[in-house]
């Protein structure tokens, strides 16, 4: 289906045009879709992605700017660190007199762009996404409606949208360079899945570079993917383990997997860090107060979620505010690295 790239508001009559049926088959298969035949819905539906469409009651409260809400998109709340981005960014927002509406799309391109819609559709004067990777109806319909948004987690590297974030690709270098100083040489990484996932992919890619630039190299049969828990941090390790080799270092693409892993090797009567060396990302609380405390790598998430409420509350003021804002990101040794085992 073609998509519109006028920068009109699309109609009702625009979805009936694109998804060839009327307007009042449009209307019911909206309000109420048991009433229409799941292939017109069907239809609709990608009419209604294609255009940016919101309903015309959402258009009269977006013209007004009269909401005082903000919305916010996230993949989940099964992450402490995005609780706490959000909870700063909702605070932030409360004391300005504006509230949060959330939306979580547990890490669906599809699912994101219909959450986003339906956000616009409820009049929210401004929208939060996490990330830079979406679907380009989610960017289509903020700029079509003309609503202040701002990127979070991750640096823009196009320029064309406003951003405040880390850059994942130095934290995955500066991570694997610490275990190279110690001495590491063989390593794995139990990754978050990288699909749609520019913060995964980046952290991959940051600690692949840095192997290379000491002349060493990230075997593929030891990088697997895993989606952000800890039982899926248990399998990584297994994974990672499997064959003669057994390497020294396993990178984690989070705490979440890299407690995972630590559990696994508990289990397996495995030592950290005198017979293997583990690492996370984002510096979660618990990270300190297990045992052997985790190395990882800090982001000031509380600071993100302040900042992304005060750009788009200066936004909405008529205020400047910086089109890219990158916080520094810092590595924290704990008791989870050593230098790697003396060979046999």
């Given amino acids: 289906m073609k998509r519109d790239t006028g920068s009109q508001a699309a109609k009702l009559s625009d979805v009936a045009r694109l998804a060839r049926v009327s307007a009042a088959t449009v209307s019911r298969a909206l309000t109420q879709p048991h009433k229409v035949k799941a292939a017109t819905v069907a239809r609709i539906q990608q009419a209604v ?7 015309h009651g959402a258009a009269r409260a977006l ?5 005082r809400t903000v919305g916010a998109v996230i993949p989940t709340l099964d992450n402490a660190i995005f609780a706490n981005t959000t909870h700063a960014l909702q605070k932030t927002l409360d004391e300005a007199g ?5 939306a979580c799309h547990e890490f669906d391109p599809l699912v994101e762009a219909r959450v986003t819609r339906t956000l616009i559709e409820r009049g929210v004067d401004a929208l939060v996404l996490l990330g830079t990777t979406h679907d380009p109806s989610v960017f289509h319909a903020v700029e079509t409606h003309r609503i202040p948004y701002v990127l979070t987690w991750a640096l823009d590297a196009s320029g064309r949208h406003p951003c405040i974030g880390f850059d994942n690709r130095a934290a995955g270098t500066r991570i694997a360079e610490h ?9 794995a990484m139990i990754s978050g899945v990288t699909a749609g996932n520019e913060r995964a992919r980046d952290r991959l890619q940051g600690v692949r570079e840095a192997i290379a630039a000491r002349g060493l190299w990230l075997r593929p049969q030891r990088v697997v993917e895993k989606p952000f828990t800890l039982t899926a941090g248990r399998e990584g390790l297994k994974e990672v383990l499997r064959g003669e080799a057994r390497p020294t270092a396993v990178i984690c693409g989070n705490d979440v997997l890299a407690i995972g892993a630590l559990a696994e090797c508990h289990a397996a009567g495995i030592e950290v860090p005198r017979q293997i060396s583990v690492t996370g990302f984002d510096d979660m609380e618990i990270a300190a107060m297990i045992t ?3 190395t990882t790598v800090h982001f000031p998430t509380a600071e993100l979620g302040a900042l992304a409420a005060q750009h788009l509350l200066a936004r909405l ?22 230098p790697p085992p003396a060979k046999p």
Wanted: aromatic residues 6%.
């Fill in 49 to 55: 992605q294609a255009l940016g469409y919101v309903a």
């Fill in 98 to 102: 504006y509230t949060l509406l959330l």
């Fill in 317 to 338: 003021a008529g205020e400047p505010s910086a089109a890219r804002t990158e916080l520094p990101v810092e590595l924290v040794v704990r008791s989870s690295t050593a």
């Fill in 179 to 187: 275990l190279l100083d110690l001495g590491h040489r063989e390593f």
């Fill in 292 to 294: 052997p405390g985790l």
């Fill in 63 to 67: 013209a007004s700017r009269r909401a």
